[in-house]
């Protein structure tokens, strides 16, 4: 057990608050037992939250023992090697679903490792994130890119990513794709996109449309780099800039990107997984000025082991500031990272706190209300 003195859990709140987001690195700092059961739990225990008044924390299981407390069942705190164990079957269910042709079955992945249907999904779930159906997803849209970018045919390449039929595949490729994949694998031709590149109290920054809606809102130290960027991204798609009718959608994100308590009302093209598009919502739900935790996103949309994924989503995210990203951090408060730099997210939430303080409505006495 690591000393409580030298970890980021020294006091019991913050203890509680890494119980209550079920936090990995939580793991080996301290365990909690609960007066009403009797029993002592590691802080990721899968197992129902008890009541804080409840809930007592101890630096060992000897320690908790000792005071009368019985280890539990489902998360053996006592066995070291139980974790250990644990990690080593869901890393080769991961190499499993990635190695399989189509999505394996959960009884099949459950049965592989040496464990029940029920535990397999939890304990993935725990340790990776998100559900096995979940990471099968996202392999898969990493092989449905990678093909159709490598010359693969595109009949292949939909059966070498694991669908396991062609309509099933085209009913889920404009939200994974942007685009049909034919006009994908050939790197976007004939899609015209609309784009513009400004100076900003961040460094300059590129806003680009598709017919859609807004696709990228991209920071970057130069103009060419930017659209060198998005060239990359769309190598044969039609690039119109200086184009007089798209500087409304320029200057309508240059405002947002200098008082994002505005907000912004133009149509947004975004791709991704269903759960990295669950995550780009909630962002879009924290007002200026605030912050969450990956933890408590993760929480909010109902998976509240998948801190981790979250921050994976919030990497993923093409969309700066509209999309913010730049709200989330870590649990202990700290900037965690940030696709376009720490320093640009410094920035942004600083001008955010400042601009919320400065619209904040006042009583008649001058007092904030």
């Known amino acids: 057990m690591r000393d409580l003195a030298d970890s980021a859990f020294s006091s019991d709140g913050q203890r509680w608050k890494a119980l209550l987001h079920r936090e990995q690195r939580a793991e080996g700092a301290f365990l909690y037992a609960v007066k ?13 939250l008890p009541k804080r008044d409840n809930v007592v924390f101890f630096t060992s299981s000897s320690a908790a023992e000792a005071a009368g407390f019985r280890p539990c069942k489902r998360c053996s705190p006592r066995d070291p090697s139980a974790r250990e164990h644990h990690m080593k079957a869901i890393v080769q269910a ?18 592989a490792v040496g464990m ?30 990678t093909g159709l970018t490598q010359g693969s045919s595109i009949t292949q390449t939909i059966y070498d990513a694991g669908f396991s039929s062609t309509s099933r595949f085209y009913e889920r490729s404009r939200g994974m ?18 784009l513009a590149v400004a100076a ?27 659209i060198a960027r998005l060239r990359l991204r769309f190598p044969k798609a039609e690039l119109r800039q200086d184009d007089s009718g798209f500087a409304d959608w320029l200057s309508r994100v240059a405002a947002l990107i200098e008082a994002p308590a505005h907000g912004l009302d133009v149509p947004l ?29 993760a929480a909010q949309i109902g998976k509240p082991t998948a801190a981790r994924a979250v921050g994976r989503a919030c990497a993923a995210n093409r969309l700066a500031v509209v999309i913010p990203c730049h709200r989330a ?36 006495d001058g007092a904030e209300v």
């Not at 794709?177 to 050939?186: A, E, H, Q, V």
């Not at 109290?201 to 130069?222: K, P, Q, R």
């Not at 202990?332 to 904040?360: F, H, N, P, V």
């Open 36 to 48: 009403s059961t009797g029993v002592y739990c590691r802080p990721t225990c899968p197992s129902r």
């Open 177 to 194: 794709l942007g685009m049909t994949p034919s006009r994908y694998k050939k790197g976007a031709p004939g899609l015209r996109i609309h």
């Open 269 to 297: 093209d975004i791709q991704g997984t269903a759960f990295q598009q669950r995550v780009w919502k909630a962002l879009q739900g924290i007002p200026p000025g605030s912050t969450k935790s990956y933890a408590e996103i």
């Open 329 to 364: 951090v870590r649990s202990d408060g700290s900037l965690g990272g940030y696709r376009w730099g720490i320093e640009r997210k410094q920035r942004l939430l600083e001008r955010e706190a400042r601009e919320t303080r400065e619209i904040r409505p006042r009583s008649g």
């Open 94 to 111: 991961c190499k499993l679903i990635e190695e399989s042709e189509e999505h394996p079955r959960l009884q099949n992945l459950a049965a």
């Open 116 to 145: 029940s249907s029920s535990n397999f999904h939890r304990l993935f779930k725990e340790i990776v994130g998100v559900t096995p159906k979940d990471y099968a997803a996202t392999v898969r849209m990493v092989r449905l890119r």
């Open 200 to 226: 900003s109290f961040l460094g300059w920054v590129l806003v680009a449309a598709t017919d859609l809606g807004i696709c990228s809102i991209d920071f970057g130290d130069t103009p060419e780099s930017l």
